[in-house]
């Protein structure tokens, strides 16, 4: 029988101790490489909703920076005033807006070199009431009392990526504009 110590007792110890070690630490680095994946594919679904989100905030944006052109107040309400692209269908591919556009909507005023790619846009001058405007008293309760009428907005803008596998966002904002006035009487 031959000693506990000697060398050829403890060769295949070693060698099955070495293999479980390697495979432990190869599951181990399997195990964190899913994770890699899986956090690198949701760090790239949150840049594409963020991108979508700015786009469509963008848009509403671009609307803003020209009110004359694009929130007129000698048209009625209740209706749709400007919507992108001329002939949308509701929720229909490649965009699915929430809207059709109206026959008689025009399409709105927009910086030079503003994408539109894959956006949709609606502009709806709302009725309060059933009255085109809605009348604020700017100090109730004084004799100072002013009196303002603004018509309100509805602003959508979305862009949808995603028939492509990219974000999409839909933001809407509602806005209010000041009905300009002479003497105390409105112009529109």
């Not at 050829?8 to 680095?29: D, K």
Request: proline share 5%; hydrophobic share 45%.
């Amino acid at each position: 029988m031959l000693p506990c110590n000697s060398p050829r007792a403890n060769t295949g110890a070693a060698l099955v101790t070495a293999m479980m070690f390697l495979i432990v630490i190869t599951l181990l680095g399997i195990t964190a490489m899913g994770a890699t994946r899986l956090n690198l594919r949701m760090a790239t679904n949150e840049e594409l909703r963020v991108t979508a989100q700015q786009q469509a905030q963008s848009l509403i944006d671009a609307i803003l920076f020209d009110t004359d052109a694009n929130l007129a107040l000698d048209r009625g309400a209740g209706m749709q005033h400007l919507c992108y692209p001329s002939g949308l269908v509701g929720d229909s591919a490649p965009l699915h807006a929430p809207f059709a556009c109206a026959s008689d909507s025009t399409a709105p005023t927009l910086p030079a070199n503003f994408a539109l790619d894959h956006s949709y846009l609606e502009v709806f001058r709302e009725a309060i009431n059933g009255q085109p405007t809605v009348t604020v008293n700017a100090v109730p309760g004084s004799e100072d009392s002013y009196v303002f009428r603004f018509a309100r907005y509805r602003i959508t803008a979305g862009y949808d990526r995603s028939s492509e596998g990219f974000g999409a966002a839909e933001i809407s904002e509602g806005v209010n504009i000041k009905v300009p006035t002479v003497d105390g009487m409105n112009i529109f």
